[in-house]
């Protein structure tokens, strides 16, 4: 149920197209990023295995109607929970012995980085502190 006031829609569902690209699998942590005009993006985590994993964006007009659906990292392992940088980047953490971090262009025009200096681990989410530079991990 919603509170009061609320209503909800339903945008994606795993298998089924969403303009033009089938909905990811096991979606996990998720992001909103606004746009210069008006619109939003959605980012969500894809939490497969084996190498099936990664992250995904939906673009919206300024109207709520999605206009884009595509991959912004791919390849990678059990994408649990992630986080949205103050620099308007997805992180996304690999909840995986020997994950890593990784940051993710929200327009899926920038390759992905793999952030090596965060080290390894069976990640979950991340917080950035713009006052000390700091990324916290779970």
Same mark, same amino acid.
């Given at each position: 149920?919603?509170? #009061? ?23 996990? !942590? ?6 210069? $005009? !008006? %619109?939003?993006?959605?980012? +969500? ?5 084996? %190498?099936? *994993? ?6 919206? +007009? ?12 791919? %390849?990678? &392992?059990?994408?649990? *929970? ?6 308007? &980047?997805?992180?996304? !953490?690999? #909840?995986? $012995? ?11 025009? #920038? +390759? ?6 965060? %080290? ?8 950035? $502190?713009?006052? +000390? ?6």
């Amino acid at each position: 149920r919603l509170s #009061e006031g609320l209503t909800a829609r339903l945008l994606g569902q795993t298998g089924k197209p969403l303009c033009g690209l089938e909905y990811h699998s096991r979606p996990d !942590g998720a992001g909103i990023f606004s746009t210069t $005009d !008006g %619109g939003w993006i959605y980012t +969500s985590n894809s939490e497969v295995g084996s %190498g099936a *994993g990664g992250a995904y964006a939906i673009r919206f +007009s300024s109207d709520g109607t999605p206009v884009n659906h595509y991959p912004i990292l791919t %390849g990678t &392992t059990r994408n649990c *929970g992630g986080g949205a940088t103050p620099w308007g &980047t997805w992180m996304s !953490g690999e #909840e995986a $012995d020997g994950g890593y971090f990784w940051e993710a262009d929200i327009y899926g025009k #920038e +390759s992905p980085r793999k952030l090596t200096k965060l %080290g390894t681990g069976s990640f979950e989410s991340a917080a950035c $502190d713009t006052r +000390s530079n700091a990324v916290y991990l779970t």
